[in-house]
T-cell receptor
Framework: GAVVSQHPSRVICKSGTSVKIECRSL??????MFWYRQFPKQSLMLMAT?????????EQGVEKDKFLINHASLTLSTLTVTSAHPEDSSFYIC?????????FGSGTQLSVL | QKEVEQDPGPLSVPEGAIVSLNCTYS??????FMWYRQYSRKGPELLMY????GNKEDGRFTAQVDKSSKYISLFIRDSQPSDSATYLC???????????FGTGTSLTVIP
């Protein structure tokens, strides 16, 4: 299957700082990538869909200015959590669509102190 | 009504047992059906992919889709402790970018 690489796997930061998470498609070009958030023992919650070269589409209730998504190339999408606060602590996962299948990165555990 | 319903479990079975995991859905237009395995603090891993109705087998795993009943299943034969994980079902339409996920079933295989 297709390989999606996500970094970092874990980040701890102070409240008020910004954190960038990278998602790369290693062996294919991804015109569309998705960003999910997952709370413990809960399912995936779609945050936004990013399309290469255009603005991301955010789901209802997701703050565009807090969760900045950039999909500048066919192999890289980034999620920046700006001015992070403890309530932003969560597990963030990116994914990319290949034909009709969805492949996921390994996830990033964000802890905001 | 949710688009996809999945019993969250938890499900606990002895090693070697046959495991049956299921999802039901409401949208008859779904065409693509997937099962993912997710270990704790890891991203979901695609296990099985099926288009439309029918069965698909891969090693110890068998995926079944019954579109008439809007019901999909994943069977795990000879379950191993390494199968202990959360299993998510997912499905999508013929067009568009939306994927619909179940809430996941937590499985523990006891040695």
């Amino acid at each position: 299957g297709a390989v999606v690489s996500q970094h970092p796997s874990r980040v701890i930061c102070k409240s008020g700082t910004s954190v960038k998470i990278e998602c790369r498609s290693l062996d294919f070009q991804a015109t569309t990538m998705f960003w999910y958030r997952q709370f413990p023992k809960q399912s995936l919650m779609l945050m936004a869909t990013s399309n290469e070269g255009s603005k991301a589409t955010y789901e209802q209730g997701v703050e565009k200015d807090k969760f900045l998504i950039n999909h500048a190339s066919l192999t890289l999408s980034t999620l920046t959590v700006t001015s992070a606060h403890p309530e932003d602590s969560s597990f963030y996962i990116c994914s990319a669509r290949v034909v009709e299948k969805l492949f996921f990165g390994s996830g990033t555990q964000l802890s905001v102190l | 009504q949710k688009e996809v319903e999945q019993d969250p479990g938890p499900l606990s079975v002895p090693e070697g047992a046959i495991v049956s995991l299921n999802c039901t859905y409401s949208n008859s237009a779904f065409q693509y059906f997937m099962w993912y395995r997710q270990y704790s603090r890891k991203g979901p891993e695609l296990l099985m992919y099926t288009y439309s109705s029918g069965n698909k087998e891969d090693g110890r795993f068998t995926a079944q889709v019954d579109k008439s009943s809007k019901y999909i299943s994943l069977f795990i034969r000879d379950s191993q402790p390494s199968d202990s994980a959360t299993y998510l079902c997912a499905m999508s339409l013929n067009t568009g970018n939306q994927f619909y996920f179940g809430t996941g079933t937590s499985l523990t295989v006891i040695p």
